[in-house]
């Protein structure tokens, strides 16, 4: 694919991976990713903003020796992670006069990082500019939108917000802007659930601080650009509020049955009061999916039989796995079978301080569940039920 103009002398010449499917080795991508980078040619200054996973290095250059690009004066590090740093110092080699442009912290991680020298850099303040000639880039630090490094770059005469990881999502596609609202709006949550959930609180301070900025296009440096910036803004808004939804989520595993059928029992108790349920057996569970559930849901329960007088490893996995992504949940429970005992309960509970959270009175059943168990199921679906509506989760 050739580099395509996005607007007039704004190109868009980053790298599509329809086939990566896995992140950071943990983050699944069934619909692949890109890296996209944005070369802008100013009337006097050339400037690349942000590159591609060093994997795919010579789609960039490709790219730039298609457009005859001779000169690049600078190089835009919005972030220092190298799926989108990973390809600089190829530019940088290929580029002698060019230099590296990016937060104080961004130059310290990206000399650690990809052994750039010191004298490649120019660090650049909360609300530097820079001219291009007949453009401004302007340079708006916001730390935490995926490392404490991170800035955004506002091309101030075009508009544009160039927000590298903020507002992306994991989606291959060919289309330069947002066709598929659906689509996206989907890929970008699963993409914010993994990625930025963990940085709420100060996504929401990232967001004030641009509120007041011109914005006709946001293009970010994962998936399809937005034309229509509030369709995004709007949803970080409602994803990053305190407003959560009357769902609970059930991860869980069932060795032999006994924990299966807690979970379908508490699933319908649930949803005889109103409650809507995601049930995710962790056995076959698409991981990304848990975590967007996870973005509105104001309960989870956490179901597991006793391994070795632990939770079951998987379940395990998932606990530490909410614990590091802060989803902004209200109450927690755990319910679950054991046969001669154990402290499942107590190793969960203690894998998650992170989750500022009420638990519900767990719910265990020696061996399979009977008649008190499910009672006790009862009263725990309608103990969720009733603290939901207390709290106004619609
Ligand atoms: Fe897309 Fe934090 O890198």
């Known amino acids: 694919m050739k580099a395509r103009e996005i607007r007039p002398k704004v190109y868009s010449v980053g790298a599509i991976d329809w086939d990566r499917r896995l992140f950071d080795a943990l983050i699944p991508l069934p619909d692949g990713t890109s890296y996209n980078s944005y070369l802008i040619k100013g009337s006097e200054k050339t400037a690349l903003i942000d590159t591609v996973d060093p994997t795919m290095d010579s789609v960039l250059i490709n790219h730039l020796n298609q457009l005859g690009v001779e000169r690049i004066d600078y190089v835009i590090a919005n972030h220092a992670e190298q799926d989108h740093s990973g390809t600089i110092p190829q530019v940088l080699e290929r580029y002698p006069d060019a230099k590296v442009v990016t937060t104080p912290k961004g130059k310290g991680m ?12 120019i660090a650049v ?16 630090h916001a ?41 996206v709006y989907e890929a970008a949550k699963r993409y914010y659930a993994e990625i930025m959930m963990p940085f709420r609180t100060t996504i929401k301070k990232n967001l004030e601080k641009i509120k007041d900025l011109e914005i006709e296009i946001i293009a970010p440096s994962h998936g399809p650009a937005y034309d229509k910036p509030y369709f995004i803004l709007n949803a970080y808004r409602e994803w990053t509020s305190d407003e959560l939804k009357n769902e609970v ?3 869980y595993i069932s060795m032999h049955g006994s924990t299966q059928k807690m979970v379908e029992y508490l699933v319908g108790a649930l949803a005889d009061r109103g409650v809507t349920v995601k ?30 007088v632990g939770p079951h490893p998987n379940v395990a996995y998932v606990a530490i796995l909410a614990n590091a992504l802060r989803p902004n949940l209200k109450f927690i429970s755990i319910i679950g079978s054991y046969a001669w005992g154990g402290k499942a309960v107590e190793q969960l509970a203690a894998m998650i301080p992170n989750l500022k959270v009420e638990i519900l009175e767990p719910v265990l059943s020696k061996g399979f569940p009977k008649e008190a168990d499910f009672k006790a199921l009862d009263s725990l679906a309608t103990t969720i039920a009733e603290k939901h509506k207390e709290y106004g989760f619609a």
């Open 249 to 251: 989520v059930i991860p």
């Open 110 to 121: 990206l000399i650690d990082l990809l052994l750039i020298p010191d004298d490649r850099f």
């Open 143 to 183: 730390p935490w939108v995926h490392w404490p490094e991170t800035m955004l770059t506002y091309l101030r005469e075009d508009k544009m917000l160039f927000p590298c990881d903020l507002f992306g999502s994991h989606l291959a596609t060919t289309d330069l802007y947002v066709t598929d609202e659906g689509q």
């Open 279 to 308: 049930q995710f057996n962790l056995v076959a569970a698409d991981i990304g999916k848990l975590a967007t559930a996870l973005v509105d849901a104001a309960t989870m329960v956490i179901g597991t039989p006793t391994v070795l």
């Open 125 to 140: 303040s909360d609300g530097e500019t820079l001219s291009l000639g007949d453009r401004t880039l302007e340079f708006i």
